[in-house]
């Protein structure tokens, strides 16, 4: 529920104006509730019970903006939010994951703030990261994640030729290659550009201007603070690695921050979850089967319907290069 002049007043405040109360009967619910409210910079003016609510408030002192509610709506709750006089409400929201299963509980943060933006006229917050960046190095703003097969290195290799190092993006790779052959790939990739390529050996973090390649034998998880963890369990299933394996998780973790590129191949791989890709807001583009030396792969991308362009190596870039632009101004113009 809201009401358009309440909500026209809160998107004149900054975002450290925004006043949120959250009522919730599960504590861990309210702790995932207030962890994103302050993941916003918004002031989180409570997060308790309904009974805790009728125990520490005048309801006539209460100045709230926001509401969460993720408990009964009863007549209490009722007439405190109609006191406050909020410019929304939202009631019920799904439970949200445990903190440490990391890319679960993204997914669901991110829902959340989309959830706000959406209904409380706040489009601020569908700029802002949903991941956290804990350390100097993180320069990045996007995640690019490359899926490739047969005819794939010599298509990546015109796609950072014609990328520039210097944009906020990290790269990370997913190409079917032979176990004995992997290591080489950096050395193919890195010749004539400055783009820093490396097959991951060990766990590490997303840096812009980096290209970190998917290991052939191990599996890898990335979480939402932009590491990349190498797990010590082999890849299940036909392709190794799997395309479709990591481009799930990066589009569950980063969701609009992400964007999925398709190259020549054999097989679907990474056709799998392109519904989730979807319901993510992540972008999913693909390298024109005609110019592919091998397009089954990127023709099933395109055949799917969720695909939003199509291009050479160096259409791609060029349009990759566009589209971080026109978002920077974009966000710039809020």
């Not at 006229?121 to 990045?140: C, G, M, Q, R």
């Not at 052959?181 to 050996?201: E, K």
């Not at 690695?241 to 921050?257: C, F, M, R, W």
């Amino acid at each position: 529920m809201k009401d358009n002049a309440r909500i026209l007043a809160l998107r004149k405040k900054n975002k450290n104006e925004i006043r949120v109360m959250v009522v919730a009967e599960d504590h861990h619910q309210r702790m995932a509730f207030s962890d994103t409210i302050r993941s916003c910079d918004f002031i989180l003016v409570g997060c308790m019970s309904r009974a805790q609510l009728q125990e520490s408030f005048e309801l006539s002192e209460l100045a709230v903006d926001i509401w969460l509610i993720d408990s009964d709506y009863d007549d209490n709750v009722m007439t405190a939010t109609t006191v406050s006089k909020p410019a929304a409400v939202l009631v019920g929201f799904s439970q949200a994951p445990y903190l440490n299963e990391a890319p679960q509980y993204a997914k669901w943060q991110r829902k959340l703030k989309r959830k706000l933006a959406h209904m409380f006229a706040l489009p601020v917050l569908v700029n802002d990261f949903v991941y956290k960046k804990d350390n100097t190095e993180a320069d990045w703003r996007y995640v690019v994640f490359l899926g490739a097969s047969m005819g794939g290195p010599s298509a990546i290799k015109e796609f950072l030729d014609n990328l520039s190092p210097m944009l906020p993006v990290s790269i990370l790779l997913a190409h079917h290659f032979n176990k004995t052959m992997i290591d080489t790939l950096p050395r193919i990739l890195n010749r004539h550009n400055n783009w820093h390529c490396q097959v991951i050996a060990s766990s590490q973090r997303l840096r812009a201007g980096h290209c970190l390649i998917a290991p052939i034998d191990k599996q890898i998880v990335c979480d939402s603070t932009g590491r990349v963890i190498l797990l010590d369990e082999a890849w299940s299933g036909e392709y190794k690695p799997a395309i479709g394996q990591i481009l799930k998780n990066t589009s569950d973790v980063y969701g609009s921050e992400l964007i999925n590129i398709i190259f020549s191949g054999m097989g679907n791989d990474g056709s799998q979850y392109l519904d989730v890709i979807q319901e993510n807001n992540s972008q999913l583009w693909a390298q024109d089967p005609s110019l592919s030396a091998c397009p089954s792969q990127p023709q099933a991308i395109i055949d799917s319907g969720y695909c939003n362009f199509v291009g050479s190596p160096a259409d791609l870039a060029q349009k990759l290069t566009d589209y971080i632009g026109e978002r920077a101004v974009t966000a710039s113009s809020h």
